[in-house]
């Protein structure tokens, strides 16, 4: 019994263990994994993060791509913060498949349309957030930024299924 109380308290406080769903983050997670996450500590950039989302429809599992205090901007499938190039390992052989096949990943798009400020940098406190797999995510670019309040925790590894264990 003194283990399960533990175990609860832990669990609301250190970390939680959530199923990820939908395909948004399609292929660094699939619909149903359960993944476990950090309630301890701070985003970083290329991180996933568990949070609560913007409009109020449920919780759901991103990458953050924009940090307080950056403007971010994508052209050509390439993304730029704060005008320099940054290079998403984690999206290059997606990112060459479709440009042999002469398509794009990531439309277009500057943070100043998803903030609606003049300068488009990220106000302190707000990430902006992308899904992996961009055609079909429901990200920043539809329900803005995220509140850091709002953020539950950052993804550590995939517990499950267990063959396809991956670390972040």
Known sequence: MIL???MLFLSKVIFTLPKNEGYGMR?????GDRVYVDR???PKRFSLIYFDQPDGNGTSIRRVVGLPGERIRYHNDELYIDDRLVI???LQKK???AQLANEVITEDFDSIDIIGTTNGIIPKGKYLVLGDNRHYATD???YGLVDERA???NVK???WPFYQMNTY
Do not use: H, P, T
Request: glycine share 8%; net charge positive; proline share 0%.
């Open 4 to 6: 399960l109380l533990l």
């Open 27 to 31: 292929d660094a997670l699939n619909d």
């Open 40 to 42: 301890i500590g701070k």
């Open 88 to 90: 998403e390992r984690f």
């Open 95 to 97: 990112l060459v498949q």
């Open 140 to 142: 920043s670019r539809y």
């Open 151 to 153: 953020m539950i925790g």
């Open 157 to 159: 590894l995939r517990w």
